[in-house]
């Protein structure tokens, strides 16, 4: 079993971002699009590269494809949670969208872009399925004309709540798709054996992202900006802030509770990377007898 979570953005990008686990990569992204935007071959437009990381520690590692029919595809993971992550979202569509004219030689030669968001909280209050895809639609007859925008959104806050226990067989009871199964790998790859799959996940390339995880070997730079990826999504994190804007609507004694929750999770995955425990309760506010209760 890794200790490494594969939710923070340099170890998924060193999953899904290489070319050597381009297989990996077309598998999620047929896991979450149409049978229409369905990939057989894929070109990454920004491969993972250490050195760009290095440079700005608050840069986004997001991963982006283009597929066979030069479909534009940007997949983001997040884990703490930002306040408008929609206009955030929208920006990076935008961006992936405008950016082909400077190689198109006129409008026609634009090809449909695609936003795979997969985030760690939930940001759709009022929307109940942790899969969620949005276009631009006619407000009277619902006709969708401007085809070339799609964001999708993974709440995988959603889906492990959904499933109610915490125990492998709960989860394997909630895969209907594939992707259940990505979900299930990033959110608990902890209770995945890969020599050991249940029926439901025995499969390929989940086997391979489970190994892939287990060798993963950091260099010191890597492992470096890995902790320090760590250290701050716990510290700039506005998780905080946010639920407690959220409390005035709905009162702040709630408010202050969901951020309490939230901050529980965020120690829990440290724990489980291995993070001093008092480095956690400094930053969390939570007192270590209250994290010894989370340690794995």
């Known amino acids: 079993m890794s200790n490494i979570d594969p939710r923070v953005d340099i170890a998924f990008k060193k999953i899904f971002g290489v070319e050597e686990n381009k297989d990996l990569l077309i598998s999620l992204i047929n896991s979450i699009v149409s049978k229409e935007d369905q990939v057989k071959e894929i070109t990454l437009l920004n491969p993972y590269n250490l050195k760009s990381f290095k440079k700005d520690k608050l840069s986004i ?42 190689v198109a030689e006129d409008y026609a030669s ?128 506005n998780t905080l802030r946010k639920y407690e804007e959220k409390g005035f609507e709905r009162g702040l004694e709630e408010g202050r509770e969901e951020a309490r929750q939230e901050k529980i999770e965020m120690a829990k995955m440290l724990l489980l990377q291995g993070v001093d425990i008092d480095m956690i309760a400094k930053a969390t506010k939570l007192s270590q007898e209250e994290l010894k209760k989370f340690l794995p």
């Open 110 to 237: 634009l090809s449909k872009a695609i936003g795979i968001h997969i985030l760690n909280f939930t940001s759709i209050l009022n929307a109940p399925a942790y899969h969620n895809v949005f276009h631009v639609r006619e407000k009277e007859t619902g006709l969708h004309y401007f085809k070339h925008l799609e964001l999708h959104t993974i709440e995988l806050n959603k889906f492990v709540e959904a499933v109610g226990k915490k125990e492998l067989k709960d989860f394997v009871g909630k895969v209907k798709n594939a992707l259940d199964m990505w979900s299930t790998f990033l959110s608990r790859h902890d209770l995945l054996n890969k020599d050991k799959l249940p029926s439901k996940l025995d499969n390929p390339a989940l086997k391979k992202a489970l190994n892939v995880l287990e060798i993963m070997n950091f260099t010191d730079d890597e492992r470096m900006a890995y902790e320090d990826r760590l250290k701050w999504l716990m510290v700039e994190s």
């Open 61 to 102: 590692l997001d991963v982006k494809a283009e597929g066979e029919d030069g479909k534009k595809f940007n997949i983001e993971i997040q884990i703490s949670d930002e306040a408008d992550y929609d206009k955030r979202a929208l920006y990076y569509w935008a961006k992936l969208y405008t950016e082909q004219l400077k």
